[in-house]
DNA sequence: ACAAGTGATGGCATTGCGTGACATCAGAAT
DNA sequence: ATTCTGATGTCACGCAATGCCATCACTTGT
């Protein structure tokens, strides 16, 4: 017999994203969470960082896949080239639970001033993994952070318009409508 | 004869600023800052959100400039013909202190996760000022919002090639040239 | 098969952050 | 002269986060 359950992040994560929900981000306690996922609060910080990690546990997901895509893409192509081509791929493999999942953790994320700042890390990421995907393309480094920096913008604000659209918009089709709109925005 | 020393705010943002050169930021604590300041801790936290924020006292000029700018503009103009118009009125009066003093303060932040996160609190609130800005000037909400992002881009990387430059290249002049090659990035 | 090693966890102690509540008192206001 | 205001000090406290050591099911090596 085990000694231990099983996917003991898993369990912390769900119960912290439960609690959060029910009594707000502030309201509980590292303590609270452990003790609904059968831990101790010593092995909460094994597993997070801090109490706001565990509504982040996802986020590597998408630089990861983007400096995949990068380093996959033929060399022929030029940094919005590949970005362009690649954001079917990354709406397909990411946001795959219910959409009502990502609004409820978007409520709470908007909630707490410390949750907006840690959300802030994502981006960021992505665009680190783009500029060093780019540069290692070759391309010269001014231009790939400022590729880097469209192509993140395309990604957050089309993120932004699939949380607020109240029709169901398809993420793939809000990636490409932004990308085509900061075309034209940025020569305007 | 006055009661307290002048500027509290300001000799705690001194202080705290030596004793993160000095020890680094971790290795130093609000109770050591206070006391060099003459100040007791509970006065620190009246002053600044955390022991982070005393580094970053001056951010807010910089979104506020901002949204002066946008909000003075003639109404002909559109958002990145503001923004064209504007970088040289912010680098004349932003980084007005020596160009080392930003460099420490850039060695400081980087030496530290939470203050890496908490940097990119100003640019998300220059987005906020800048998108805010071009709505109530009538532009579309999700145009305002590109163009708030690709001006944040302009600015961050401009920073950051400043910050780089063994030259001292005019931040003026850093900011036409990203400009310029943010557009031609974009349309490539 | 037995011994030693591994790794995830629990428990405990500790430090420091951040906040609430109340007191103090120089200078301003009336 | 009295009251008010506002920046500060003092004290107490909860919680976040980390270091250290013990535990013990499972694995590895001999």
Redesign the interface.
Known sequence: MARWQPNARGRLERAAFELFVEQGFQATTVPQIAERAGLSTRTFFRHFADKRDALFAEEHAVPEQAARIIAEAPASL???QIVADGFDAVAAAQFSREKSYYIARHRIIQSDDGLR??Q??MP?ALVEALRTGFEHRGVDP??A???A??TA?VF??SI??WLASPSDEPLAALLRD?FD???R????
């Open positions: 030029g940094p919005l700042e840690r802030l890390r960021a001014v231009d952070t400022l590729a920096h469209l913008t957050s604000v932004g318009r932004t709109r900061m075309r925005t940025a020569s305007s």
